[in-house]
C-alpha cells in the first residue's frame, strides 16, 4: 500500500459523492440509506473541511432543500 495524499483523498471523496448524486433519490427508503439531502450535507462537510466554504456553502443550501427540519433528539429519547 502506498499513503496518499490528503489533496488525493479530498479528490477520491469528493468524486465519489459527485458520482452518487445523480443515482439518488430525493428520500430514501430508510434513515440507513443516503439520499441526496445527505450526500449533499457530507459535501458540504468535506467543502468545509478543505477551506473551500463558497462551494460548501451552496452544498450545504443544496442539501437543506430536501430536508430543512431540525430534529428533535430529546423527544426521541424520552420515548425510549
Known sequence: YTQVTIKEL???ILKD???ALPVL?????TVLHPNLGSANALKARVL???GRYTEAL???NEALKYNDKLFDWPAFYATY
Open 25 to 29: 433519490g430525493a428520500t430514501s427508503a
Open 17 to 19: 459523492i459527485d458520482e
Open 10 to 12: 479530498y479528490d477520491f
Open 58 to 60: 451552496a452544498a450545504a
Open 48 to 50: 468545509l473541511q478543505m
